[in-house]
């Protein structure tokens, strides 16, 4: 350890000069401080469909000064059409942080199916921060760039570079936004959907929250208990890990789901071509990874690029034949255009950060992180020998966080005791929001009900066309009905079958296993 000390003076990597503390996350809150905002005026939004309007929000940077300076909040709706049946505004996050969720209006009337939908006014928001929100953060639009150093570092001369490399967006992220940075937590996001509620002029709504936008709502819930009409969440942050014990929770999880991706494989190995036991398969993939390490595909996908296109098949499993034909034509046939094809829809995330900027001056601010490097040395290369798949890519997803220019907030504490009702759903082989965070949720919403989903393995349940998932879910959302109370988990649904590959399916005519490819929360 005193060599990494040594190297970090080295490598000039100051871990303690770093502005003054945030605010406390329990600092005063809108609704009581804040002067509700004059009334939307609304508009068709540009390049959605018609009927879903478009508005912003004024709410203030900082609700500890409600008259002090504004921001907007970019907000899109489709109105009830129902008006005898009409429950009022529901809101919509798909989680993140970062996530833009304009969109969702129209994608929740097919979700939820028309003649639910009309009975809500439906409302999509990008939160502070994100997309057409005003300001919509950017530190660095170029950082994902390909073909970027390994993640896995070589030695502590290469680990220290990619330090270095976080260590410079964070300060980016300081030069541009400066105090911003203090305001970014999930209570200024959750105060922002209260101003939302205001500005509607509804004394309730109902929410939807997919990945972390589950923790934003048991923050809103926890803030605003009686503003709470119904509440679902879907693929449930664990409230007891913000922030850095979550992640180092997913690169377990997501050595799992890679570890059964690697054995589906190998079931139709005279279809891939890459083994007859997942560890031959996995010695393929790390043979491809390394292969790109020494000469990047197209000059474009490297080992990390690669990492992330992979990344996606632990998010859905419904993605998995599009990634083993990818990686068999590689290894099998030398060809890269499927393999280049996959990066473009599963892990191009070049030329522009907005995504990432968010995320980190949410995730970086709402909680404490390590701020010297040698915690992070010691407890990156431990998960590493357990779960290489996911451990050093994640550590450097969030390694911007050790230097971040403002302090992290005194972290909100989710207590959802005075809800009235929740319907939560977890699968237990979620990867990215692992098991055990539906489990603690449920324990700290104790009128809520959790629906399981037994071994599917997918991030994101409802809505994609599971009779036992939707049932529940719109049961719910219609009437307030859950399901009958038990010890543990409320409900059990069983998983989506495995996928078949293309041609098998079309031999044995089978039908997809989910209804699209969407997924909350992914990075």
């Known amino acids: 350890m005193k060599k990494i000390l040594v190297a970090l003076a080295a490598a000039g990597l100051g871990l303690s000069g770093v502005l003054a503390a945030s605010p406390a996350a329990g600092a005063p809150q809108g609704p009581e401080h804040a002067p509700p905002a004059p009334a939307p005026q609304w508009t068709q939004c540009e390049g959605l469909p018609t009927g879903v309007e478009c508005t912003k929000i004024e709410v203030p940077l900082d609700y500890g000064r409600p008259k002090g300076e504004k921001i907007k909040i970019a907000v899109s709706r489709r109105k009830a059409t129902d008006t005898a049946h009409y429950q009022g505004a529901i809101l919509f996050n798909p989680g993140g942080p970062g996530g833009s969720g304009l969109a969702y209006p129209a994608v929740m009337q097919t979700r939820l199916g028309p003649a639910l939908a009309a009975q809500y006014d439906l409302i999509g928001f990008d939160p502070r921060g994100v997309g057409s929100s005003e300001p919509s953060l950017s530190c660095d639009p170029n950082f994902a760039d390909p073909v970027r150093p390994d993640y896995v570092p070589a030695n502590i001369t290469e680990e220290l570079a990619w330090a270095q490399r976080s260590q410079k967006y964070a300060q980016a992220c300081g030069r541009i936004y400066g105090d911003m940075l203090r305001n970014m937590t999930t209570v200024d996001a959750a105060n922002d959907m209260d101003q939302i509620r205001k500005a509607l002029g509804q004394e309730q709504i109902s929410y939807v929250g997919y990945s972390y936008g589950t923790y934003l709502g048991a923050t809103y819930a926890t803030l605003f208990p009686n503003r709470v009409r119904r509440l679902v969440l879907d693929s449930i942050v664990n409230p007891s890990r913000v922030w850095y014990e979550a992640n180092i929770d997913q690169n377990h999880a997501f050595e799992g789901r890679a570890k059964d ?82 990066y473009g829809t599963y892990g191009d995330s070049s030329g522009d950060d907005n995504t990432f900027a968010v995320y ?47 302090r992290a907030a005194h972290e909100q504490r989710v207590d959802g005791r005075a809800v009235k009702n929740a319907l939560f759903f977890q699968d237990t082989k979620d990867a990215a929001t692992p098991y055990e965070g539906g489990a603690e949720m449920h324990r700290r919403f104790p009128n809520s009900r959790l629906v399981v989903m037994d071994g599917g393995g997918n991030h994101g349940l409802t809505g994609r066309g599971d009779a036992c998932i939707d049932d529940a879910w719109k049961a719910y959302l219609t009437d307030g009905t859950l399901p009958a109370s038990r010890p543990g988990p409320d409900l059990h649904c069983a998983p989506f079958a495995d996928p078949v590959p293309p041609a098998r399916a079309a031999a044995l005519n089978a039908a997809p296993t989910q209804i699209d490819d969407w997924v909350p929360g992914e990075r």
């Open 360 to 406: 980190s001056a949410v995730e970086c601010s709402d909680a404490a992180w390590p701020r010297d490097w040698p915690r992070w040395h010691r407890d990156m290369w431990q998960s590493y020998r357990a779960a290489p798949f996911l451990s050093w890519g994640n550590a450097w997803f969030n390694a911007q966080c050790a230097f971040w220019p403002v």
């Open 261 to 342: 991706f690697f054995a589906w494989i190998a079931t139709y190995d005279s279809t891939y071509h890459l083994g007859t036991t997942g560890d031959e398969v996995e010695k393929a993939f790390y043979a491809a990874r390394a292969k790109l390490k020494d000469t990047p595909a197209e000059g474009r996908v490297g080992p990390d690029e690669f990492d992330d296109t992979y990344l996606a098949g632990g998010y859905l499993k419904s993605r998995w034949p599009l990634l083993a034909n990818a990686l068999s034509r590689y290894l099998t046939a030398g060809e890269a255009a499927p393999l280049l094809a996959a």
